[in-house]
T-cell receptor, first 115, second 115 residues
Framework: AQSVTQLDSHVSVSEGTPVLLRCNYSSSYSPSLFWYVQHPNKGLQLLLK??????LVKGINGFEAEFKKSETSFHLTKPSAHMSDAAEYFC?????????????FGTGTLLAVQP | GAVVSQHPSRVICKSGTSVKIECRSLDFQATTMFWYRQFPKQSLMLMATSNEGSKATYEQGVEKDKFLINHASLTLSTLTVTSAHPEDSSFYIC???????????FGDGTRLSIL
């Protein structure tokens, strides 16, 4: 069975400091993994995706994530937080369900960036 | 590229009325569209998957007669909440994908409030 766990519901960092949002997954197969960001009352924007190519995935806005199979983790990082990074972040695992691919969402991590 | 437009962004209506939400892919052909529901401070829950020209596949616990989904063209899917009640108030988000190997692209969501 596929599942995804986001270990922190809230993360607060100061502007200019590193960001780490943690995600662990469970999948019977080689997973597709994604990070999406959601700003208030908005849809989701794809930050990056892992689909069994390079284990270090670079995304938009300076974010990156590393797929670690031994740890079943896909943590999201950014070297230096900006105020505009404040949003909700979802770790997502994709799997094949019949003729379509379905997404399973983590519970989300709310990132606050302090000035 | 890969823009998904969702309309309306917000709707307020009386209990008992039906509400239609549109989801359009603006610059690609969406062979598959997904409808999600998001409760306050919670993650997204998949309601149904629709493939162009065929009936939608509903997730367990979602009433198909309550939430009517039509995917009549490669660029448009609609969700109709029939005889809406206050408990149907929520944030509804659609997503679209052109091929199984591609990620889902999300609309900005519709905030539905039933009085």
């Amino acid at each position: 069975a596929q599942s995804v766990t986001q270990l922190d519901s809230h993360v607060s960092v100061s502007e200019g400091t590193p960001v780490l949002l943690r995600c662990n997954y469970s999948s019977s197969y080689s997973p597709s993994l994604f990070w999406y960001v959601q700003h208030p009352n908005k849809g989701l924007q794809l930050l990056l995706k892992y689909t069994s190519a390079a284990t270090l995935v670079k995304g938009i806005n300076g974010f990156e994530a590393e797929f670690k199979k031994s740890e079943t983790s896909f943590h999201l990082t950014k070297p230096s937080a900006h105020m505009s990074d404040a949003a909700e972040y979802f770790c997502v695992v994709g799997f094949s369900g019949g003729a379509t691919n379905k997404l399973i969402f983590g519970t989300g991590t709310l990132l606050a960036v302090q000035p | 590229g890969a823009v998904v437009s969702q309309h309306p962004s917000r709707v307020i209506c009386k209990s008992g009325t039906s509400v239609k939400i549109e989801c359009r892919s603006l610059d690609f052909q969406a062979t598959t569209m997904f409808w999600y529901r998001q409760f306050p401070k919670q993650s997204l829950m998949l309601m149904a998957t629709s493939n162009e020209g065929s009936k939608a596949t509903y997730e367990q616990g979602v009433e198909k007669d309550k939430f009517l989904i039509n995917h009549a063209s490669l660029t448009l899917s609609t969700l109709t909440v029939t005889s809406a009640h206050p408990e149907d108030s929520s944030f509804y988000i659609c997503s679209a994908r052109d091929r199984v190997t591609q990620p889902q692209h999300f609309g900005d969501g519709t905030r539905l409030s039933i009085l």
